[in-house]
């Protein structure tokens, strides 16, 4: 069957055959073509007047052919991006358990925030003297992550957690230079259970990777550490609390063993928002560490882009920071530090154009004020007591790799409970979909077979987290007692089914190319 697209319909790939449409839509759910296949070139939202004669200075270069963009009416247009949007499953769409992500609400106050003219409007090159406010709450913010974390200095402008990684690895490697060590110091420690993030920031900037293996309870052990230990090491890359789900019990241990031999501690702080108010890695001997916005600090993640991974560093670092900086100016206000000449210390060099995600910065200085420091630390408590309902709620039926022990602000289970059923953590996953869920992350970390890694946040209910174990209990029943088609053909309700996510990724198709017309179905 065509659709009036002149394509088959997609009826028969998305969910039973049972009652093919006519649209390929499903009830109120509607497919969405690309702009491409649904606009047309004789029509336009917007009406320009013909433009007058004029003397094209292109010296023959002007194009000489439409330009080929395609035309929608106006609601057209406003239904064409609502309907993608509502193919995408969010935070505000339901819970979303993906760990290590810490996908939290939102709160639409942020949203108020960062929308004020005198945030949203300002320009990178406008004069300081006429974003002092905006400056102000840079300064402020940078201030709160620092006492939080009792570090000494900050560096806002990274745009991510990866790039933040790569910022305070930059002033790590800066600060082994500044001490004339840079050719013998050139390897760094990443454990097993790293985020890939880890290695390949260390290996961009020229560092050689060494891992230190995971022990069974899935901690780093202090003497695995002091094996791999020699002059030549930079520094450790170490996540606290680990992709297990695990606060590293010799965290304390392992910062002393790798300042007694010259090295720098970088910490993975992705998971921060398990010790907001509890813990400061400065106090365990962090140097340097990330801190994601928007896992912590309940900015959005928007499709991977707009992030904002400030990185906080210690006083041994600090001189290494990037510019640009915020810093009190002589008369009062703040000023922008640009160049690197014009700060006291030896900053590494610069990390972004300009100084970073304003926008973010906004939203997260909102969180904080929101919250307080009380908040900010229930906060964290919640998050970690979630985790615990959950694993308590499922510890019958799932495996835990390392035992039923208390996690922090994410569970982490295996696959060895799925032993026999003929399904995989990618079934489990799947079939998650047609629940109405987004899945777990999963296959990470890898020193687990299987991993399903978990984490709720402390925004859910106790009602949400009660449907959301009922489900996962509901479907390890089916999996158990052999209901396999459950799964290896799930998900049998969304607009697309399995797709090959393996050639997705290596040879995606970026190009889009007119289909071959397709004549009228025949009446
Ligand atoms: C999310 C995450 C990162 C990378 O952060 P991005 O903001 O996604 O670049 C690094 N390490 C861990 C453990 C993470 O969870």
Redesign the pocket.
């Known amino acids: 069957m065509l659709n009036r697209q002149g394509r088959p319909s997609s009826a028969g790939e998305a969910g039973t055959n049972a009652h093919p449409t006519f649209t390929g839509n499903k009830a109120l759910a509607q497919i969405e073509p690309l702009l491409f296949e649904i606009g047309r070139h004789d029509t336009t939202g917007v009406d320009f007047d013909e433009p007058e004669e004029f003397q094209p200075r292109l010296g023959g270069l002007e194009r000489k052919e439409p330009i080929g963009l395609p035309g929608l009416s106006e609601p057209e247009t406003m239904r064409h991006y609502v309907r993608l949007s509502q193919q995408n499953y969010g935070i505000d769409t339901g819970l979303f358990p993906l760990g ?3 996908m939290k609400h939102n709160a639409r106050l942020n949203e108020r925030m960062a929308r004020l003219p005198g945030f949203s409007d300002v320009h990178p090159l406008q004069p300081v003297s006429t974003v002092q406010g905006a400056l102000e709450l840079m300064n402020e913010l940078g201030r709160y992550l620092v006492t939080l974390t009792n570090m000494t200095a900050v560096a806002l402008s990274p745009k ?6 790569l910022c305070g690895m930059m002033a790590i490697k800066a600060a082994i230079e500044a001490k004339g060590e840079g050719a013998t110091r050139n390897v760094v420690l990443v454990p097993d259970s ?2 890939g ?2 290695p390949a920031t260390a290996a961009l900037i020229g560092f050689k990777v060494k891992a230190v293996p995971a022990r069974e309870d899935g901690s780093v052990h202090v003497e695995d550490v002091k094996k791999l230990l020699g002059p030549d090491v930079a520094a450790i890359m170490l ?1 606290n609390p680990n ?1 297990c789900g695990l606060f590293e019990p010799q965290v304390a241990e392992i910062a002393k063993a790798i300042h007694d031999a010259g090295a720098y501690f970088y910490c ?1 702080g ?2 921060f928002n398990a010790i907001v108010g509890k813990a400061k890695p400065g106090d365990l001997g962090v140097d340097a560490m ?1 801190i ?1 916005l ?2 912590t600090f309940s900015t959005p ?1 928007g499709g ?1 882009g707009p ?1 904002s ?1 400030p990185v906080v560093l210690s006083a041994r670092l600090a001189p290494f920071a990037p510019v640009p900086f915020v810093r009190a100016g002589k008369d009062g206000g703040f000023e922008l530090v640009e160049q690197e000449s014009d700060a006291a210390e030896k900053p590494f060099g610069r990390m972004t154009a300009f100084h970073g995600q304003m926008g973010m910065y906004v939203r997260a200085m909102s969180y904080m004020l929101s919250h307080g420091a009380d908040g900010m630390k229930q906060a964290s408590e919640d998050a970690v007591l979630n985790a615990n309902y959950i694993r308590a709620g499922l510890s019958d039926l799932l495996s835990l790799p390392f035992g039923n022990k208390p996690c922090m602000h994410e569970v982490l289970f295996d696959d060895a409970w799925l032993k026999d059923t003929g399904v995989t953590t990618l079934d489990v996953a799947k079939a998650m979909i047609d629940e109405g869920y987004h899945p777990m992350t999963m296959y990470f970390p890898l020193v687990v077979h299987g991993a399903m890694l978990i984490e709720p946040t402390e925004s859910e209910s106790k009602s949400s987290l009660d449907l959301f174990i009922a489900t996962l209990r509901d479907l390890a029943m089916s999996a158990k007692n052999g209901d396999k088609e459950r799964f290896t053909g799930a998900p049998y309700h969304a607009p697309r089914r399995r797709l090959d996510e393996t050639r997705a990724a290596r040879s995606p198709i970026l190009k889009w190319t007119p289909p071959e017309p397709v004549a009228e179905a025949a009446e």
Do not use: I
């Not at 991510?160 to 990684?165: F, K, L, R, T």
């Open positions: 290590s992500c810490t991510a957690g990866a790039h933040g990684e790293a985020h993030t880890n996540t992709t993975d992705a998971n990330h994601n928007h896992k993640h991977g992030g991974g």
